[in-house]
């Protein structure tokens, strides 16, 4: 049962286990951001997700099997037909434009050193789009949103309508949220 109307919120679903992905296929979103799976099943989950519309980014830290090195992510691209990747690192977001898909960097608002060591970075390799986690943050995800020029997706410790609602208030873009409740 959804708890939001995708109109109003742009929701991507971030799928962290296998049985997830059910309820994605049947969902209202039109991004996936994959986390679940492993090299030997990625290329029908890709397919499956594909066939009903939907795009999919895979983490190449978190999908098992995955190298973070440019011919992984080139693989990614040629063979599975990934839509794009989900990286905290940003060689792979410079290897995924060699492949012509989209990146999505992640970082991780630990404390104002690390926003501003993030900032930099992004700003520096120029991925399509940035995730910020945790998402629970209006004050930073303002700050980081002033800072790029990128979208800003904001994900982690997301529970509740009031908090996507405050999210995309203070400058997120998109929301990414694990609980199917809101795909």
Not at 170 to 177: E, P, R
Request: net charge neutral; with cysteine.
């Amino acid at each position: 049962m959804r708890t939001c109307d995708l109109q109003t919120y742009p929701v991507i679903a971030s799928i962290t286990e296998a049985d997830q992905i059910t309820d994605a296929l049947a969902s209202g979103v039109r991004r996936v951001n994959l986390m679940a799976g492993t090299i030997n099943n990625l290329k029908p989950i890709i397919e499956r997700l594909h066939d009903v519309g939907k795009q999919v980014f895979v983490h190449i830290e978190m999908v098992g099997g995955i190298g973070r090195d440019a011919s992984s992510i080139q693989y990614l691209a040629e063979v599975f037909k990934a839509d794009g990747i989900v990286t905290t690192k940003s060689n792979a977001v410079a290897a995924a434009k060699q492949a012509g898909i989209r990146s999505i960097q992640r970082c991780f608002a630990i404390d104002s050193a690390a926003v501003e060591t993030a900032v930099r970075m992004i700003n520096k390799c120029g991925p399509d789009e940035v995730e910020l986690m945790p998402g629970l943050m209006p004050r930073v995800i303002r700050e980081v949103k002033g800072k790029i020029t990128q979208p800003l997706i904001v994900g982690g410790l997301i529970r509740h309508d009031e908090e996507i609602r405050l999210a995309l208030e203070n400058g997120a873009d998109f929301v990414s949220i694990g609980d199917s409740r809101f795909w």
